[in-house]
Nanobody, 122 residues
Framework: QVQLVESGGGLVQAGGSLRLSCAASGGTFSRYFMGWFRQAPGKEREFVAVISWSGSITYLSDSAKGRFTISRDNAKNTVYLQMNSLKPADTAVYYC???????????????WGQGTQVTVSS
């Protein structure tokens, strides 16, 4: 059983940056694809980014490309989401997730964190 704990969310002005962290425990971190999803009020949960076991392969949603970067440190059992040039449309609860495949659908992932709120003011 893998436990995931996100941190780093908060309130930021448009154009600002935040770095989210997700600490994993209880499993072999380096064997999992790690992803970030987000959910805004009244909307479905949507894919943001995913990173492969070794960190050599990453994939980001169209809305994240060019602004967000996903990375991982297997020695620290931690995955990061660096978010730059934030927009009000990025406001959502951001969830960290772990799974055995790098799919962009939430159903492909086995473990989820509790989420961290990101609010971008205009």
């Amino acid at each position: 059983q893998v436990q995931l704990v996100e941190s780093g969310g908060g309130l930021v002005q448009a154009g600002g940056s935040l770095r989210l962290s997700c600490a994993a425990s209880g499993g072999t971190f380096s064997r999992y694809f790690m992803g970030w999803f987000r959910q805004a009020p009244g909307k479905e949960r949507e894919f943001v980014a995913v990173i492969s076991w070794s960190g050599s392969i990453t994939y980001l949603s169209d809305s994240a490309k060019g602004r967000f970067t996903i990375s991982r440190d297997n020695a620290k059992n931690t995955v990061y989401l660096q978010m730059n040039s934030l927009k009000p449309a990025d406001t959502a609860v951001y969830y960290c997730t772990a799974g055995k495949s790098g799919a962009i659908t939430s159903k492909a992932y086995d473990y989820w964190g509790q989420g961290t709120q990101v609010t971008v003011s205009s």
